[in-house]
């Protein structure tokens, strides 16, 4: 994506999400966060599935900082990806924030069981969306004290 966070130093933000609609404000929520970060945006979770499984433990600047998942997603779910976080990767402490128009409470309780560190509900409106997002990313980039993986 070209976009104009690619400050590799800052923290970095995987974001798995499909509609371009929801990645456009994605992305303005990220550059409306308080800090300046590193936004990777992947579109399907096969793709995300394989970059995921391919960071190495020993390259933690690639580590992701916070992951916003959406729960469906073509290729594989967000719980599938969910799953590969805490069971696959090197980097299984990273918060996972599940992103999801669902308000099914079945899609919020395996979210949970999974270890998904919060879910949050897409809003309808776009200014909500964004606010949404910015305050997520500064919650858990800027206000959490994050679990070491060394």
Known sequence: ?????????????????????????????????????????????????????GIDADSPD?????????????????FDLLRIVRNESVFQHAPVVIVSSSENQDDIDHSYELSANAYVTKPA??????????????????TTTPHSDE
Do not use: C
């Open 62 to 78: 690639d580590h992701p900082d916070l992951l916003l998942v959406d729960l469906n997603i073509p290729g594989k779910s967000g």
């Open 125 to 142: 409106d776009p200014d909500d969306y964004i606010r949404m997002i910015s305050d997520t990313i500064d919650f858990w980039i800027a």
């Open 1 to 53: 994506m070209g976009n104009s966070m690619t400050d590799l130093s800052g923290p970095r933000v995987f974001a798995i999400e499909d509609n371009p609609a929801d990645v456009r404000l994605v992305e303005e929520g990220a550059a409306a966060a308080n800090t300046q970060l590193n936004l990777h945006v992947v579109g399907s979770g096969k793709q995300a599935a394989e970059q995921l499984r």
